[in-house]
């Protein structure tokens, strides 16, 4: 179905987090977050843009998503109206970008369902009313102060925690919280890329803590070191930052580079690519979760539910929103028995609170097409 849009309005919020969240590639004590907004004679759809400030995560960051989607993306779209799946065809000529791409691409299609009266989990494949959630820890200043963090997340019922490591912080605190919380506890870490096939034999030391995987542990473009590494860990391999697409995760899997992946629809361009790989993944037996970028309730409810296909057999970043902020732009995800509800309304089945959104914003523009 084609949607005609009038134009786009790309607003800028401010979200600071309720704690600092560290981990390999820096800290961060605040979102600077890009929401676009879609607007049709028929409705309006939201999407959220997961670039973070400084281009450190990946090549991305969020003055350039907002820029190439001003000067190009928004443009490149037909004014006699565009269906969502021809959004990644018409986009493709303009080389990577693809946060802002999927920021685009989910803004239409939130718009061309809510005009249809249909939720993003039926349209993508839900399996699952509810998903199971964890929670990523990031990197602490103590083991008594990590200890305590991951106390509090089992409490309100987290079904799994993630670490996240780097040099100097990885086999200590692992065994920390293995030892206190025991073996049933699921439990995997996240380098983000922060070592090299050098540290395969420290690495290995990993394996003696019933690890659920190893998330990333070397540089996102080197697949060849990470099926090397694959051969020497026990541990589970799951590559996040190294798949952009589904011919990537083809590849990947291919190689033996890893045996579980992490789709993050931003990263891939969007939740019809990361469908995508989901389906590929499904199709090789490879196990997929969903991992989280900090997103406020727009993007959380979104991931939610892309979690709720039936290749989603791992649990994800998919966190409550008390995770990372007091105020979410949205009525709140609320953790229930470590689990969240997928939305059932039209579209994201979300929308911003007006309120909230007005005291947040920071600038916002507006693109007639």
């Known amino acids: ?75 490149a779209l037909p004014k006699n109206g565009v269906d969502a799946n021809a959004v990644g065809r018409i986009l493709a000529p303009f080389t990577g970008h693809h946060m802002a791409k999927s920021a685009l691409e989910t803004a239409v ?8 009266g249909e939720s993003f989990g039926s349209y993508l494949g839900a399996a699952r009313d509810r998903v199971p959630c964890g929670v990523s820890v990031g990197i602490m200043d103590s083991i008594p102060e990590l200890l305590d963090a991951v106390e ?43 070592y090299t096939l050098v540290d395969a034999q420290h690495l290995a030391k990993l394996d003696d803590f019933g690890l659920l995987l190893i998330e990333q542990p070397l540089a996102n473009d080197d697949m060849v070191q990470h099926a090397q590494l694959a ?7 799951c ?62 409810a979104a991931n939610v539910a892309l979690a709720a296909l039936p290749g989603f057999t791992l649990p994800g970043d998919t966190s409550g929103s008390k995770r990372y902020f007091a105020t979410d732009i949205t009525e709140p995800f609320v953790l229930t028995d470590g689990h969240l509800n997928v939305p059932t309304g039209p579209g994201l089945g979300v929308d911003p609170l007006p309120g909230v959104l007005d005291e947040i914003t920071t600038a916002s523009e507006w693109i007639a097409l």
Request: net charge neutral; aromatic share 6%; hydrophobic share 45%.
């Open 1 to 75: 179905m084609k949607t005609k849009i009038s134009g786009v309005e790309l607003r800028r919020i401010a979200m600071p987090l309720v704690a600092p969240f560290r981990t390999s590639f820096g800290v961060e004590t605040s979102r600077d977050v890009l929401l676009v907004r879609v607007v049709t004679s028929d409705g309006e759809g939201w999407a959220e843009c997961a670039a973070m400030s400084e281009p450190r995560y990946c090549s991305e960051y969020v003055d350039g998503a907002q820029d190439v989607l001003r000067k190009f993306l928004i443009p």
């Open 109 to 116: 299609l939130d718009a061309q369902l809510r005009i249809s």
């Open 152 to 194: 509090g997340y089992v409490t309100e019922g987290y079904v799994r925690i993630k670490l996240k490591i780097e040099p100097g912080w990885d086999i200590e605190p692992v065994r920390a919280v293995r030892e206190r919380f025991g073996d049933d506890l699921l439990l995997q870490v996240d380098a983000n890329a922060a």
């Open 231 to 237: 051969k020497l860990l026990r541990t589970p391999i």
């Open 239 to 300: 590559l996040d930052e190294s798949i952009e697409s589904a011919a990537g995760a083809a590849a990947a899997i291919s190689l033996g580079a890893c045996s579980v992946i992490n789709i993050k629809p931003a990263r891939v361009g969007g939740y019809l690519e990361a469908r995508r790989i989901h389906d590929l993944a499904r199709a090789h037996g490879i196990p997929v979760w969903c991992g989280g970028m900090l997103e406020t309730g727009i993007g959380r």
